[in-house]
């Protein structure tokens, strides 16, 4: 049984430009929540979603998008991209709103 | 962002030693969880805790949920060298289920 699947594990970007990232849940669940860890910090909540729409958001700014798809997976789009968003992105899903399961996540580095 | 008080930051021990970590927070939780991270994975759940007071035991690992629901305690006992990494604590409040806030993380290192 496959847990929770992130792409790409690595991924280099320049300031400005935009990204997508990848993630199928574990089967059976289908809510899905991102999150941003920063070196030597704890992972912050970026949002979830459910039923292929965003239920909850934390305090990140638009430039965080994403989308939920028909099959439960889902994506993280990040516009404009900042040094500052040099960051472990990591993928939970969950079977509602308990449990949740994480991916390995992808390391993202913005230069 | 919103993150918890955890701590100590870090331990160093030797291979045998029982180990004790806590989280605090200014906000009351209806759950607390402790998870576990390697590098290059991602949190692993080791104890989820659901009731105020509850003193729940998954192997050597032994965590409660404080009586003010404002905290939370993780302990290791006869620590292994298999045991480092850093490990988090995350609340869960009602009114806000769908998000996790996570601790900064004790990170374990032990001698053997």
């Known amino acids: 049984d496959a847990g929770v699947t992130q792409s790409p594990t690595h991924l280099i970007k320049t300031r400005g430009q935009q990204v997508t990232l990848r993630c199928s849940p574990k089967s059976g669940h289908d809510t899905v929540s991102w999150y941003q860890q920063a070196l030597g910090q704890g992972p912050q909540f970026i949002f979830q979603?459910?039923?292929?729409?965003?239920?909850q958001r934390g305090n990140f700014p638009d430039r965080f998008s994403g989308h939920q798809f028909p099959n439960y997976s889902s994506e993280l789009n990040v516009n404009a991209l900042l040094l500052g968003d040099s960051a472990l992105y990591l993928c939970?899903?969950?079977?509602?709103?308990?449990?949740?399961?994480f991916g390995s996540g992808t390391r993202l580095t913005v230069v | 962002g919103q993150q918890l008080n955890q701590s100590p930051q870090s331990m160093f021990i030797q291979e045998g030693e029982d180990v004790s970590m806590n989280c605090t927070s200014s906000s009351i939780f209806n759950t607390w969880l402790w998870y576990k991270q390697e590098p290059g994975e991602g949190p692993v759940l080791l104890i989820a805790l659901y009731k105020a007071g509850e003193l729940t035991s998954n192997g050597r690992l032994t965590a409660q949920f404080g009586i003010t629901r404002k905290d939370s305690f993780l302990n290791i006992s006869a620590s292994i060298p298999s045991d480092v990494g850093i490990y988090f604590c995350a609340g869960q409040s009602s009114s806000n289920t769908g998000k996790l806030i996570f601790g900064q993380g004790t990170t374990l290192q032990v001698k053997p």
């Open positions: 939970a899903s969950s079977y509602g709103r308990k449990r949740y399961t």
């Open positions: 979603y459910y039923e292929e729409e965003e239920r």
